[in-house]
């Protein structure tokens, strides 16, 4: 059974870092992409980034460029959404997803397996 388990996320203050896990079993995370999103209620989910399967070439919203980072750790089947200069409006609600491909455009329609979500806070 192909599975996602998230951890990590939390309470910051503005301007501090968090970092997210996502754990695969019953497939191999590197030969998959995964994507990152985020939703607040009510809200349609957003792309963060994505992390493509093998080589492992990345891609970020602009919203995150620079201050967010995707790494994948093969030996612990484990990705990882590093989340720096953390700002009020990047709180929501966290998910990571896999799929075949990160696709031209990030879209969450693409993305088969899903995690179950992690709340991320950004407040003083």
């Known amino acids: 059974q192909l599975q996602l388990v998230q951890s990590g996320g939390g309470l910051v203050q503005p301007g501090g870092s968090l970092r997210l896990s996502c754990a695969a079993s019953g497939f191999s995370i590197d030969l998959h992409a995964i994507g990152w999103f985020r939703q607040a209620s009510g809200k349609e989910r957003e792309g963060v980034g994505c992390?493509?399967?093998?080589?492992?070439?990345?891609m970020y919203a602009d919203s995150v460029k620079g201050r967010f980072t995707i790494s994948r750790d093969n030996a612990n089947n484990t990705v990882y959404l590093q989340m720096n200069s953390l700002r009020p409006e990047d709180t929501d609600v966290y998910y990571c997803?896999?799929?075949w491909g990160c696709g031209y455009i990030l879209s969450a329609v693409d993305f088969t397996w899903w995690g179950q979500g992690t709340q991320v806070t950004v407040s003083s």
């Open positions: 997803a896999a799929a």
């Open positions: 992390i493509g399967a093998g080589g492992g070439s990345t």
